[in-house]
């Protein structure tokens, strides 16, 4: 049981952060269409966000609430991966936090509407028509950028050096992770990495950018050890429930 | 009112009334979202599946329908959200697509092509609600509500909502 609850809420901290991310671009975005697009990713993240804070509440009782969860916990609770939490710094990084996730979304998602746990199969096939969207406009982005003007190509490449640390986590199990898989819920992250890895090189290499060689890989956000960014998030994000407990729209 | 007098199908002529908050022609019954309707004398379940998973007008629907069955004098109104089968264009009716027209919002084709992963397709081809002219072209994926995307008619020139395939 603890097991399900800590995978669900993993998948909805994913959800959660990335789509608080995505959504500090609305009326920054480059160009109108594209401010529209990235806030709609976050809404589409953010619905994710809340099947799975919804179904963790009824799994936790104890008056446990989509809110609570996602509002009073604290930031050592969160589960989310270290890629989710890094900043947005410009387009480029944006996009392509967005693919390496969506990538890795779309790969889970597709096993998982095949889980054992009926709500997380649900949820899971709901979602896959989303992150499909999701998955070939960020595609379409790198490669754009990345085969674009010198200065575009400059900054993909810059954010693939900056972000490619955090990558090596998504396929490492955490221990929750591996009690799903073995329960027969969850999903075997380690066998979707050669999978992920070929499709990021096929769009990488339409889009003239290349893999960093021999890179130190940083872990723990699955655990709990975040960056420091996370902390900003959650300030940001925990803010009117923490100075106003209760408080309702 | 007796409530055990009224039937299945005077529930959904009920609830055919409640319209969708972000496009209001369109009934919730026109949407294809109530999928079932369960009666148990002064019991009652209306399971609704959302269109998109952070379609922000679920909650409002919900209260909605809790509301309008209180009228009819249900004591145990419960509204449960199913997301299994998801939910698809193909459920909206016939009618739906007609008002949605009427409305200025292009009906959604009949075949599914957005969640194709094929990167740069061409834009599906779209009929301008307005003069009725296939000669348009898109201007965003994204739109207004994410059940939606942005095109514009190169014939009368008026850009319009498209309610995309899903």
Not at chain 1, 37 to 54: C, E, K, M, P
Not at chain 1, 121 to 149: C, F, N, P
Request: with cysteine; aromatic share 10%; proline share 3%.
């Amino acid at each position: 049981m603890n097991s399900l609850i800590d995978y669900t809420l993993h998948l909805a901290d994913n959800a959660l952060i990335l789509g608080q991310r995505n959504s500090e671009w609305c009326g920054h975005g480059p160009v109108l269409e594209q401010d529209i697009a990235i806030t709609n990713i976050s809404l589409d993240l953010i619905g994710q966000a809340r099947n799975f804070y919804q179904y963790a509440a009824t799994l936790i009782g104890d008056n446990a609430t989509e809110d609570s969860l996602a509002y009073l916990r604290k930031e050592r609770e969160f589960k989310n991966a270290l890629l989710i939490e890094q900043p947005n710094v410009d387009w480029a990084q944006t996009i392509l936090r967005q693919f390496f996730f969506s990538q890795y979304q779309y790969l889970i998602f597709d096993q998982l509407q095949h889980s054992k746990d009926k709500q997380l199969a649900a949820i899971a096939e709901k979602s896959l028509k989303e992150i499909t969207y999701h998955l070939r406009w960020s595609s379409e982005w790198v490669i754009r950028l990345g085969d674009g003007t010198e200065e575009s190509h400059r900054r993909m490449q810059k954010a693939i050096d900056e972000l490619w640390r955090y990558t090596g986590e998504l396929f490492e199990a955490s221990n929750y992770e591996l009690e799903a898989m073995k329960d027969g819920f969850g999903v075997a992250v380690s066998q979707l990495k050669d999978e992920w890895m070929n499709k990021v090189k096929e769009i990488f290499s339409e889009a003239t950018l290349s893999i960093p060689e021999k890179t130190f890989m940083q872990t723990g956000g699955k655990e709990g050890k975040h960056t420091e960014h996370l902390g900003y998030i959650l300030t940001e994000l925990q803010y009117m429930q923490r100075a106003y407990p209760g408080c309702e729209w | 009112m007796i409530v055990h007098t009224i039937n299945k199908e005077a529930i959904y002529s009920y609830l055919e009334e409640i319209n969708d908050p972000e496009v209001p022609v369109l009934s919730i019954i026109d949407l294809g979202i109530v999928r079932d309707v369960k009666m148990n004398n002064e019991e009652i379940e209306v399971v609704i599946t959302p269109t998109y998973t952070g379609c922000p007008a679920m909650d409002m629907i919900t209260t909605t329908i809790k509301i309008q069955l209180a009228t009819l004098g249900f004591k145990k109104i419960k509204v449960t959200q199913a997301l299994s089968p998801a939910w698809t264009t193909e459920w909206m009716s016939e009618e739906g697509k007609r008002k949605l027209k009427e409305y200025g919002i292009a009906p959604p084709n009949p075949k599914q092509q957005v969640c194709d992963q094929i990167l740069f397709a061409a834009a599906e081809a779209v009929q301008c609600p307005h003069c009725e002219s296939y000669h348009t072209h898109r201007i965003s994926e994204f739109g207004s509500t994410a059940c939606k995307a942005l095109y514009q008619c190169d014939d009368c020139k008026e850009p319009f909502d498209y309610f995309k395939c899903h």
